[in-house]
């Protein structure tokens, strides 16, 4: 099995580092200073974060057992520095809670699929092999894309197609989804990109990408329940940073992007009544946005690595405690 640093090229490594860097810096902390890289993968951003600041510690955390391992051994020169625990990111509190951090210092989130995801056919996430319907990030679950697949109705199907992969012919794939399981339930990959070549017009097929991208899109979101955990981490990831610590997250589609800008924008508005004078303590904004709207990759990065193409990156800093 090649290395993690093989397989692996992080996404706005240069950026990810520049932004959560002040928090982590050595000077700026009298015990060392936590990140948290709540979507390990296989550890390329902690790497550079773990090298440019050289007393943070890091408490890396990933569903998928295959990535923690070999996140580990890319890791491994960094010691006692490095913490690494399978969970789901929404599990942050709890694990802080279990480790001792009352407060960290940085957050990373990363929500694209990992390389490792990517590129092993076994996993069932890419559609341009046939392979088994899966795209478990965490195999100990049980429920698959074959399962959706095979149990959900027309109307649950059409629904997740159109909410997560907004996809617009959802209510057509769905039935014809339905009446093919029919003659025989779906198990492999190929059946079904053969079918949604066949559902979708011709004049659509030209433009917007594969065909097949919106529905492996919302059958993966739908299979690890991305989209609720997300919005489930983001507020406890906030409530953990220290005043003066910084979060950066990795988007990749505008259903995550979104998200990520909405609870980023409530956080850094002023929370008292608008008619106050003065702002009480306790009632200003939480967060300073450091990015200008979404920062997208340099055109060359994009050219150069293809997972990046699509990434959309805010950050933002703790400027002040929650009223309690």
Do not use: W
Request: hydrophobic share 45%; aromatic share 4%.
């Amino acid at each position: 099995m090649s290395s993690a640093a093989e397989q692996h090229t992080p996404v706005m490594l240069a950026e990810i580092v520049s932004l959560l860097s002040p928090a982590l810096d050595a000077e700026a902390a009298g015990d060392a200073p936590i990140l948290v890289d709540c979507t390990l993968g296989m550890g390329g951003h902690a790497e550079a974060l773990l090298s440019a600041c050289p007393r943070a510690q890091l408490v890396g955390l990933d569903r998928d057992a295959d990535a923690l391992a070999l996140a580990g051994e890319r890791l491994r020169p960094f010691g006692d520095r490095v913490t690494l625990v399978q969970a789901v990111y929404d599990e942050l509190p709890q694990v802080l809670e279990r480790l001792g951090h009352r407060s960290v210092q940085g957050v990373l989130l990363d929500l694209g699929l990992s390389s490792l995801q990517i590129d092993r056919p076994e996993r069932g996430f890419a559609y341009a092999v046939d392979a088994p319907l899966d795209m478990r990030m965490d195999p100990r679950q049980e429920l698959t894309a074959a399962g959706i697949l095979n149990t959900y109705s027309a109307r649950e199907l059409s629904r997740i197609l159109r909410r997560y992969g907004e996809e617009r012919f959802a209510d057509r794939i769905a039935r014809r989804i339905v009446a093919a399981r029919e003659e025989e339930p779906f198990s492999t990959s190929a059946r079904l990109v053969a079918l949604l070549y066949d559902a979708i017009p011709m004049a659509a097929r030209k433009t917007g990408g594969h065909p097949a991208k919106r529905t492996f899109q919302a059958l993966r979101i739908e299979v690890n329940n991305e989209l609720e955990v997300l919005e489930s981490v983001l507020p406890s990831a906030i409530a953990a940073l220290a005043v003066g610590g910084r979060i950066a997250v990795l988007a990749y589609h505008s259903l995550e992007d979104r998200l990520v800008k909405q609870i980023l924008a409530i956080k850094s508005t002023d929370r008292a009544p608008r008619n106050l004078p003065v702002v009480p303590a306790g009632y200003g904004a939480e967060l300073k946005l450091l990015t200008r709207g979404a920062q997208r990759p340099t055109s060359d990065e994009a050219e150069h690595n293809r997972r990046a193409a699509s990434a959309r990156l805010r950050a933002a800093m703790r400027i002040e405690e929650a009223a309690a």
